[in-house]
């Protein structure tokens, strides 16, 4: 069995005197054996399968800093066979800028991976104004001691506020693996902020959460599909201020505002539960998707994990549960795929967390250069006792043509259409794509301070979209987009996104997550 490590297309297809310049600024040197290694589901002396091959590759396409993987079988002598996996590299370069004029307000630097040892790493500065200048620190590496075990670490001192965040994990890459577990420790202190509508500045309120979590996970039986059951211990501490500020670009700013005042309490947790999952997944391979022309591996199948558990120190004392599903089919044509996630708390008669959120999309590739996706993408919460709210407006899960809006709420509902289209580019050296969107949304107050709940909103806009090399998953985006229905303090204007890293069917709202508890449900079952 051999490993044939290859550099991104881009820089593999140059000649001359650009290919040392590409070769640094885009790739280095190859991915190493000892970060492609470990995923690799055949070994030498194995018996060789169609299945193990397949995960092979899928597993490899999984980890960010490659663009693709294949294995090639030739017989050999005495009944055996030779296996060659071939990777390509996708780009590196961790590059952000944001600036006020001419002046710099955001810089962040760092490669996806670090000397193709399958590390990466970021630093960041951002201007703190009034405040002091925050500064960001990330670490990640895919493969610990030879073996699949992510690190994933995150320390941030915020202008307002800190992060830090560490993680070890054998995430559940395969059904063909025996054995998942995670382990990890957050700590955040932050500022929540609730929108009061137009031509009033926002009220925030300082949180401060610590929590821990350790579970693991084991599959019963053999077979391409499996069964899974383990335990979980995970436990948190939540300590809100007692009362809210605005925040200026001069300072805090007291405000008379008794809204927030004592609404929300200090609460410690400890929660002991059961894990139970079941999987029977089949994968095939996708091109423009989700990225421009990338590839990606999608799921047919249903996939199913839950967590069922009791408290066992401090306030709480009841009953949790919460689950993650998903199901899918199609083909690289056609695609219909359904996802989410579902949790709540019981102390005897009263409910409360109850988070749901979800994904339900459609893809149409009838071309190579083609594709059209409509989506319905839900997110909601009742009776929280973590400070939250969700917008309509908010970055990558809101309503695009809204980001400035100041709508806010408890529960989102957003259907999205996009027709997509690849133009010809540059040879294999540059991806140009063009999209034309109109999302519908609508906002419900819930039990969210100022919360409102509105008629349903209207955007559209269009898009460029670049990827280089045009193989690569990452991709540049560049939207122009506006409400086709006025709602406070939306406008049309120019956005930019860079997607990063394996595209995926879908990601929760970044904006829900803090409601969620820290020992929420976990993602060692690892989801397509």
């Not at 290859?6 to 790739?27: D, K």
């Not at 960001?136 to 670490?153: K, V």
Request: glycine share 12%; proline share 5%.
């Amino acid at each position: 069995m051999t490993i044939i490590r290859g550099e991104p297309v881009v820089v593999e297809r140059s000649t001359g005197v650009l290919r040392p310049f590409l070769r640094f600024a885009l790739g280095g040197v190859p991915t190493r054996e000892s970060a492609i290694a470990p995923f690799l589901l055949v070994k030498q002396g194995d018996q060789c399968t169609e299945l193990a091959l397949r995960e092979s590759e899928r597993v490899l396409r999984a980890q960010p800093y490659l663009a693709d993987a294949k294995a090639v079988v030739t017989p050999d002598s005495n009944g055996t066979v030779r296996v060659d996996f071939s990777t390509t590299d996708d780009i590196r370069p961790i590059v952000g800028l944001a600036a006020n004029g001419a002046t710099p307000t955001r810089v962040k630097l760092g490669t996806a991976n670090l000397a193709g040892y399958g590390m990466a790493v970021a630093a960041q500065w951002k201007q703190g104004f009034a405040f002091r200048d925050g500064w960001l620190l990330q670490f990640r590496d895919y493969s610990i001691s030879g073996r699949p075990w992510l690190l994933d670490t995150y320390l941030e001192r915020a202008p307002l506020g800190s992060v830090a965040t560490a993680t070890l994990s054998q995430p559940l890459y395969s059904q063909l693996q025996r054995v998942a577990w995670s382990g990890n420790i957050v700590h955040l202190e932050n500022y929540q902020s609730f929108l009061r509508g137009e031509d009033v500045d926002p009220l925030s309120l300082e949180v401060a959460r610590t929590g821990w979590q350790v579970n693991a996970l084991y599959r019963l039986g053999g077979g391409a599909n499996g069964v899974y059951s383990g335990v979980q211990v995970g436990g948190e501490h939540v300590s809100p201020a007692d009362r809210g500020v605005i925040i200026t670009d001069q300072g805090f700013v007291d405000d008379p505002d008794t809204t927030l005042a004592a609404r929300y309490t200090t609460q410690d947790r400890t929660l002991v539960s059961l894990l139970l999952g079941a999987r029977a997944l089949r994968f095939f391979k996708a091109q423009g998707f989700d990225a421009l022309e990338g590839a990606q591996d999608v799921a047919n199948g249903m996939q199913f994990g839950g967590v069922f558990g009791h408290g066992v120190g401090g306030e709480f004392t009841g009953w949790y549960g919460g689950s993650q599903f998903y199901t899918g089919m199609g083909t690289p044509r056609f695609f219909a795929g359904l996802e989410g996630n579902v949790e709540a708390r019981r102390q005897g008669d009263d409910w409360s967390d109850v988070i749901a959120e979800g994904r339900l999309a459609f893809y149409s590739h009838p071309t190579q250069r083609r594709t059209r996706i409509l989506s319905f993408e839900y997110s909601g919460a009742w009776s929280t006792t973590v400070p939250f709210e969700l917008r309509l407006g908010t970055a990558r899960a809101g309503l695009r043509g809204y980001e400035d809006s100041e709508t806010s709420g408890g529960r989102r509902a957003i259907v999205r259409l996009e027709d997509r289209l690849v133009f010809p580019g540059i040879k294999q050296y540059l991806g140009v794509g063009g999209a034309a969107f109109i999302d519908a949304g609508k906002m419900w107050a819930g039990d969210v301070p100022f919360g409102e709940t509105v008629n349903p909103r209207v955007g559209a806009g269009i898009g460029l979209i670049f990827a280089i090399p045009r193989s690569s998953r990452q991709n540049l985006r560049v939207d122009f987009a506006g409400p086709l229905i006025p709602d406070a303090g939306s406008k049309w204007g120019v956005n930019f996104t860079i997607s990063s890293g394996r595209p995926r069917f879908w990601r929760p709202a970044s904006d829900l997550a803090r409601a969620r508890s820290v020992a929420q449900t976990p993602v060692v079952f690892g989801w397509p």
